[in-house]
């Protein structure tokens, strides 16, 4: 399996930006769609976006799409996470998740690989 580890999480007001990162180590990073992932308090685990294997397709939730960008260097073994324009719903722990497919769906379920998640709050 792949161990990742995100970081680059913290506070900021509303209207702000972030940038997370995932860093992968073990296994071959560019054999796994990545994802991201978030989880408030009190609520359900919750897609955010997701990458293929050569960062060329990209999907995103419908809450996020237009304000945040997933990417990813396979040259770094390290995945990213753009949030721009940040609401105070946008307030969780964000994850990032591995997945050894080819495609990529909007899905919770089925990674290979979790991190240990970085907090994410949006001040008001």
């Known amino acids: 399996q792949v161990q990742l580890v995100e970081s680059g999480g913290g506070l900021v007001q509303a209207g702000g930006s972030l940038r997370l990162s995932c860093a992968a180590s073990?296994?071959?990073?560019?054999?796994?769609?990545m994802d991201w992932l978030r989880q408030a308090p009190g609520k359900e685990r919750e897609f955010v976006a997701a990458?293929?294997?050569?960062?060329?397709?990209?999907i995103y939730a419908d809450s996020v799409k237009g304000r945040f960008t997933i990417s990813r260097d396979n040259a770094k073994n390290t995945l990213y996470l753009q949030m721009n324009s940040l609401e105070p719903d946008d307030t969780a722990t964000y994850y990032c998740?591995?997945?050894?497919?080819?495609?990529?769906?909007?899905?919770?379920?089925?990674?290979?690989?979790w991190g240990q998640g970085t907090q994410v709050t949006v001040s008001s």
């Open positions: 998740a591995a997945k050894a497919t080819y495609t990529i769906v909007a899905s919770t379920t089925e990674y290979d690989s």
């Open positions: 073990g296994r071959t990073f560019r054999n796994y769609a």
């Open positions: 990458i293929s294997r050569n960062g060329i397709s990209t």
